[in-house]
């Protein structure tokens, strides 16, 4: 498996704090969904606006990361976590070798990183992770009060791994 981890910021934005704001709410809001099984929910339509350069960015820099690759959509979600709230399974996003799975920490407690088969990483805010989809992982667990604020794209390829990850 090939992850990359890359420090993206958020000059994206003027405002993170109010877009955390927003996410958490939303989250509350979207606590029905968690009596079902779904753990994860879609940005808001009211808020996607306020995304929007960060999936730009996101897809800029998987592109400059593979220059080969050929993106034809996205799906994006957002996973809120906290004590209250975790859901630790592992899973992957795609069966097939292609597509592209990318974690940006919103907002990151000391705990509550990313797992995968062979290691775990503890991510900082700010930063974005780049993995195949077909990777399986999971979210850690925290142990904080404080939220835990992921947002999740996977980019959706035309081409397969063996024609834009290996040079």
Not at 108 to 120: L, T
Not at 138 to 152: C, D, K, Q, V, W
Request: aromatic share 12%.
């Amino acid at each position: 498996m090939i992850l990359k981890s890359v420090d993206i910021g958020f000059g994206w934005t003027d405002d993170p704090e109010l877009l955390c704001k927003k996410l958490i709410l939303q989250h509350k809001w979207s606590s029905k969904l968690y009596n079902t099984g779904e753990w994860v929910f879609p940005i808001s339509p009211s808020n996607e606006h306020l995304f929007r350069p960060l999936f730009k960015l996101i897809q800029e820099t998987v592109e400059d990361l593979y220059p080969k690759i050929e993106i034809v959509d996205r799906t994006a979600w957002v996973y809120v976590s906290n004590a209250q709230r975790n859901q630790m399974t592992y899973h992957n996003h795609s069966d097939v070798e292609r597509d592209i799975s990318t974690v940006f920490y919103m907002k990151k407690p000391a705990d509550g990183g990313i797992s995968f088969v062979e290691y775990e990483h503890n991510p900082s805010e700010g930063e974005l992770i780049i993995f195949p989809a077909n990777a399986t992982h999971m979210p850690l667990a925290t142990t904080s009060e404080e939220y835990r604020i992921a947002i999740n794209v996977n980019l959706i390829t035309s081409n397969k791994y063996l024609d834009f990850m290996h040079r």
